[in-house]
């Protein structure tokens, strides 16, 4: 967790799919930083889990089961968050259907309307669900910031992920769209564009593959990327240091999409028999 532990003092912030990967590494973060977090997701058992390892830590932390794909359920867990805390100050969209993703995404030509549905109901739907229902509640407490977790996927296209693509390419339009309908109080909205992000047995594995692991190299201008990366981002876009940063995609991934990953082309130009003196 984070070792400025005043940082987010005061702040009740929500974080939605928070219980494994991205969601419970910037949930343990923003606890540690001083914010009181509530954890979200269907895994009621692993929610429950890491909300007691951050309490154990001496920080706040609460979970409330939701289901993203269910308006009602959306709209129960914001005020549920609201009544337990007692306010909202940021919301962290994190949720995506990643189980769906694995299992249904294909050439768009290929792939099955009804997986695609199940993947747009999270992506989509549900992200529309909880800024519909969080934003009012950020009104009554005088402003707050949401933030939107996206991927390379929104920015590149990347091979057979056109639902995945689709609902962090919208995520994007609609962060500059509730930037300008809700800046007048106080509330910021922005995108985070996440790169690779590989644990150490992960990066080793992709680095021995035979073909992946020279092309996927390639790409990184720095290192492969750790949840504590992504983690910072979210809390300093939660913070009240990020009050002049709104309607941004902000890309947290390494350099990947700066480069267009060229060979070096000094080298083709003077290399070349006909190139000019």
């Known amino acids: 967790?984070?070792?400025?532990?005043?940082?987010?003092?005061?702040?009740?912030?929500?974080?939605?799919?928070?219980?494994?990967?991205?969601?419970?590494?910037?949930?343990?973060h923003l606890a540690g930083e001083g914010?009181?977090?509530?954890?979200?997701?269907?895994?009621?058992?692993?929610?429950?889990?890491?909300?007691?390892?951050?309490?154990?830590?001496?920080?706040?932390?609460?979970?409330?089961?939701?289901?993203?794909?269910d308006e009602s359920s959306v709209r129960d867990l914001v005020d549920t968050a609201v009544r337990q805390c007692g306010r909202l100050d940021a919301v962290v969209n994190n949720a995506a259907a990643m189980d769906e993703v694995g299992s249904s995404e294909q050439p768009i030509a290929?792939?099955?309307?009804?997986?695609?549905?199940?993947?747009?109901?999270?992506?989509?739907?549900?992200?529309?669900?909880?800024?519909?229902?969080?934003i009012p509640k950020l009104i009554e407490a005088g402003g707050g910031s949401i933030v939107?977790?996206?991927?390379?996927?929104?920015?590149?296209?990347?091979?057979?992920?056109?639902?995945?693509?689709?609902?962090?390419?919208?995520?994007?339009?609609?962060?500059?769209?509730?930037?300008?309908?809700?800046?007048q109080y106080g509330i910021r909205v922005n995108t985070m564009v996440?790169?690779?992000?590989?644990?150490?047995a992960l990066a080793a594995a992709v680095a021995a593959h035979p073909i992946a692991g020279t092309k996927i190299a390639e790409g990184q201008l720095t290192r492969y990327g750790r949840l504590d990366d992504i983690a910072a981002m979210a809390a300093y876009l939660v913070s009240d240091e990020s009050a002049f940063v709104t309607g941004s995609e902000l890309r947290i991934d390494g350099g990947w999409t700066s480069s267009a990953r060229f060979p070096r082309l000094t080298e083709l130009v003077h290399g070349s028999d006909t190139a000019a003196p």
């Not at 990347?158 to 309908?181: E, W």
Request: with cysteine.
């Open 194 to 200: 996440c790169g690779l992000v590989l644990g150490p």
């Open 110 to 134: 290929d792939m099955d309307t009804a997986g695609f549905d199940r993947i747009i109901r999270v992506g989509i739907h549900g992200l529309f669900w909880s800024c519909k229902y969080a």
């Open 35 to 69: 914010a009181r977090v509530v954890l979200t997701g269907r895994n009621e058992p692993d929610g429950s889990r890491i909300a007691r390892e951050i309490a154990d830590a001496g920080s706040a932390a609460r979970f409330i089961r939701a289901d993203l794909t």
């Open 148 to 183: 939107n977790v996206s991927s390379l996927a929104a920015v590149a296209g990347i091979p057979s992920l056109p639902g995945y693509s689709m609902c962090k390419g919208a995520m994007g339009a609609l962060t500059r769209q509730l930037a300008v309908d809700y800046g």
């Open 1 to 28: 967790m984070g070792e400025n532990r005043d940082r987010l003092r005061g702040k009740t912030v929500l974080v939605t799919g928070s219980t494994r990967g991205f969601g419970a590494a910037m949930a343990r």
